[in-house]
């Protein structure tokens, strides 16, 4: 049973280099399922319903999403109908924070779920939202996967280890790089910090850089426009059976 996941898609830079590459991953990895995080695909607002069957046409299964969820309005009219899937712990109702689907003979839950730490300290809490999930779920699934999207990196780690054993993958998304620490935790659990970002390459994490670096000379700016330029594209590839393996996948121009 192989995932694909596309960290953060950002804006036309990353939906582009998507479209161009997603032949040659299907083609390379041969995954049973493709899940990307869509929070930033309108330009880092959010998702639109264009973008959303954009994406879907393209071959993603499931769209996760994160802090950015509700920015771009649309979303309320299609999300409770889509494969969309919000972040489980969000306090709106509108969605579903997880989904059961069906894969080669197997079904897998797969959900999203949001940090508090540096993002908003008033949602659900993860962890017990998470909880709840697995105990009105049991016996109802062959596999898990997590998209923790989150800021802090030890509370996305304390929250690998206190579901250790209990989820099949956890993956972090969140701050656009892709870190190092890919691993097999001690009760089987695979887990990675961040997977990365899908967009423009030489910005800051999507972004034009030279307003984000006058911006922290002090200078203020009503809005920043999103990079352009050279491309790349970060994701994974998480292996659940016959072993379980985690693999990060880095293409740029």
Known sequence: MKIMFIGDIYGNPGISYFSEKVGFLKETYKP?????NAENADNGKGLS?????????????????GNHVWKNKQIKNFIDKSNVIRPINDTQQLGQGYKIIDCEDKKILVMNALG??????????PFKTIDNVLEQNKAKYDFSFLDFHAEATSEKIALTHYFDGRIDAIV??????????????????????????T??????????KEPIIQSF?????????NAEGKRQLNGLL????PHKTIEKINLSE
Not at 32 to 36: E, G, K, S, T, V
Not at 238 to 241: A, G, M, P, R, Y
């Open 116 to 125: 508090r730490v540096f993002i908003n300290s008033k949602l659900h809490c």
């Open 238 to 241: 998480v292996t659940l059976k």
């Open 49 to 65: 319903f264009k973008i959303y069957k954009k994406l879907q046409k393209l071959g993603v299964d499931l769209m996760t999403m």
């Open 217 to 225: 000379l002090g200078h203020r700016f009503v809005s920043i426009p």
């Open 199 to 208: 967009g423009a390459k030489d910005g800051v994490i999507g972004k034009e």
């Open 32 to 36: 049973n399922l493709i899940i990307a």
């Open 172 to 197: 972090g998304t969140h701050t656009h790089v892709q870190t190092n620490d890919e691993r097999l935790f001690p009760h089987n659990t695979l887990y990675i910090s961040d997977a990365g970002m």
